[in-house]
């Protein structure tokens, strides 16, 4: 309902779903590769229990909430539920949340969205229904959905959603012609950068920024109890095996992506970098580049990442936009110029203005000294 005031729903609705949406919040950094979903539990104009999805094989968010009521002292009967995304009704790593909804006997759950899995879209909302709980959906539904984009995109497109990263000067320069890029903007948007790697499921970068700048490419400046997966698009395997990229790749997971592995020396090198716990895997286009929408759908289908985020050089970026695999840009720009050196992706010129693809501002901000850009495709 895009945040609008809905007649179906009153202002103290969005007030608890806004209470809800804060709880999901929470598991920003936390829920992957589940939805970030946050629940609160409402009798008698007070929040009796609130809770939001944890970490992968704990409790979701109802079941938090349930849990918080009981340690306050309240029974949930005939209450009033606020859940960003609709109950799951089906076993995985946890029982289904609609059972113990029903066995808490609410008056009424209101639902921010339908949960896109194919395994609950609606059935879950179904099952309350049925037991003669009182449903509504589509409170805040579009503040829901934006939380999730990741994972909305990954069970509607069999996609992750990626956001390619770029810190650039005011004429759109991200290095000096020796490749040095550390550092461009200030310290607050450095930070803010971490806010976003901590999100999402994997950060990738290209064997040109591991050799360049040897980056670590983990999450320091925010606090967060997972560390997402650190993927190299390296097509002839060049990484260094001193690269600060491979070190404690148990904390999180280290994956080597390449075109071919066509040779003794190669071979070797893979040996010694699966022996130190880090996944080499081949994926090979027709040019004998690393095939990047297969890769995507691989991690999307195969490794059930929702968020990808890109920090990586000219090149592969240009690579990304090419082959038409980013959903959103994150743009910091310094306020300096640089001048005629290396710029932030090196796309095909166009012949026309007519062949270009357009993006559109969806967020403007100033970050320290920084200006912050979101950007999505616009539609066509």
Request: include cysteine.
């Amino acid at each position: 309902m895009n945040g609008l005031i809905d007649p179906m729903y009153t202002a103290v609705d969005h007030q608890w779903m806004s209470e809800a949406l804060a709880e999901a919040h929470k598991a920003l950094y936390l829920a992957n590769p589940n939805p970030r979903v946050g629940c609160v539990i409402v009798k008698d104009g007070q929040v009796i229990g609130r809770g939001f999805t944890q970490q992968v094989g704990g409790p979701h968010a109802e079941i938090q909430a349930l849990a918080d009521t009981k340690l306050n002292g309240f029974d949930p009967k005939d209450s009033t539920i606020y859940v960003t995304l609709e109950p799951c009704n089906h076993t995985g790593r946890t029982p289904p949340c609609v059972d113990a909804l029903l066995t808490a006997k609410p008056a009424k759950v209101i639902v921010a969205m339908v949960d896109p899995n194919p395994l609950v879209a609606g059935k879950g909302l179904e099952r309350l229904k049925a037991a003669g709980i009182e449903v509504q959906c589509g409170l805040m539904e579009s503040e829901a959905q934006i939380l999730n984009c990741g994972f909305v995109s990954r069970m509607t497109r069999g996609l992750p959603w990626v956001r390619l990263k770029i810190a650039a000067s005011l004429d759109g320069k991200t290095a000096l012609p020796n490749g040095q890029s550390q550092w461009i903007t200030g310290s607050l948007a450095r930070a803010d950068g971490h806010h976003w790697r901590a999100q999402a499921c994997a950060i990738v970068t290209g064997v040109g920024t591991v050799k360049e700048d040897n980056p670590t490419l983990n999450v320091r400046e925010v606090e967060t109890q997972r560390q997402p997966w650190r993927i190299i698009i390296d097509s002839k395997l060049e990484t260094p095996l001193d690269a600060n990229i491979l070190n404690n790749s148990l904390e999180s997971g280290v994956m080597i992506v390449c075109a071919k592995i066509i040779d003794s020396d190669t071979q070797e090198k893979v040996k010694i970098l699966e022996s130190r716990g880090i996944e080499v895997l081949t994926m090979s286009n027709e040019f004998g580049k690393v095939d990047l929408p297969k890769l995507f759908a691989y991690l999307a289908q195969e490794r059930h990442m929702n968020e990808i985020h890109i920090e990586a050089g000219f090149k592969l970026n240009g690579s990304m936009l090419r082959e038409d695999c980013v959903d959103e840009l994150l743009l910091y720009y310094a306020p300096f110029f640089m001048g005629e050196v290396i710029g932030m992706a090196n796309t095909t010129p166009l012949d026309s203005l007519q062949s270009r693809q357009d993006w559109k501002i969806i967020d403007q901000s100033l970050v320290g000294s920084d200006l912050r850009l979101r950007l999505i495709k616009s539609k066509q």
